[in-house]
T-cell receptor, first 117, second 114 residues
Framework: DTGVSQNPRHKITKRGQNVTFRCDPI?????LYWYRQTLGQGPEFLTYFQNEAQLEKSRLLSDRFSAERPKGSFSTLEIQRTEQGDSAMYLC???????????????FGEGSWLTVV | AQSVTQPDIHITVSEGASLELRCNYS??????LFWYVQSPGQGLQLLLKYFSGDTLVQGIKGFEAEFKRSQSSFNLRKPSVHWSDAAEYFCAVGVTGGGNKLTFGTGTQLKVEL
């Protein structure tokens, strides 16, 4: 069990540029989540996948945000036309399916810091 | 919708003193409850969780938490704090059938004085 892996860990980009973050979940987990955390706040749910299906998206996820999990393994989160308000840490997490064994336990990665200048 | 309140934004304790971090939740049924710890610039590490059963749960690093349904609380405790415990602590609630989405509190920043 290597844990949830995210990269890049840090990204500085100019306003208007596109950025993409990658997440590799714990290998046996079929659920994958994206959260956003701004300074002084707790993480906020953005979206989650079960296998390759995106099952829910938060209202926080504007049209400029898109997430994919094409083969049900790793996931990418892309932000288009970045704005300064997008500066935050983007956290990925994974779990088994709810109700199965430790399925209700979510494990987080180290996060990807985005700074938009 | 569920919510979590962590009333203490900052707490300072002396090393070796006991610690209690407060967490209150709002949800109509029995929730899943979690405590995570976050060091600066890092992700979240799970300290402990409550799903059902015994209301006193033990976690890693000597932490424990008690679920009190009557008070809608899930306070985190440690009998003797170590300097390495300085970090931010988040309480979170998940709900049955909620897809394991978590709702987090705003966190409590713990400072440990030597």
């Amino acid at each position: 069990d290597t844990g949830v892996s995210q990269n890049p860990r840090h990204k500085i980009t100019k306003r208007g540029q596109n950025v993409t973050f990658r997440c590799d979940p714990i290998s046996e987990h079929n659920r994958l989540y994206w959260y956003r955390q701004t300074l002084g706040q707790g993480p906020e749910f953005l979206t989650y996948f079960q296998n390759e299906a995106q099952l829910e998206k938060s209202r926080l996820l504007s049209d400029r945000f898109s997430a994919e999990r094409p083969k049900g393994s790793f996931s990418t989160l892309e932000i288009q036309r970045t704005e300064q308000g997008d500066s935050a840490m983007y956290l990925c997490a994974s779990s088994s399916e709810e109700g199965r064994g430790t399925g209700n336990t979510i494990y987080f990665g180290e996060g990807s810091w985005l700074t938009v200048v | 919708a569920q919510s979590v309140t962590q009333p203490d934004i900052h707490i300072t304790v002396s090393e070796g003193a006991s610690l209690e971090l407060r967490c209150n939740y709002s949800y109509g049924a029995t929730p899943y409850l979690f405590w995570y710890v976050q060091s600066p610039g890092q992700g979240l590490q799970l300290l402990l969780k409550y799903f059902s059963g015994d209301t006193l749960v033990q976690g890693i690093k000597g932490f424990e938490a008690e679920f009190k349904r009557s008070q809608s609380s899930f306070n985190l405790r440690k009998p003797s704090v170590h300097w390495s415990d300085a970090a931010e602590y988040f309480c979170a609630v998940g709900v049955t059938g909620g897809g394991n989405k978590l709702t987090f509190g705003t966190g409590t920043q713990l400072k440990v004085e030597l």
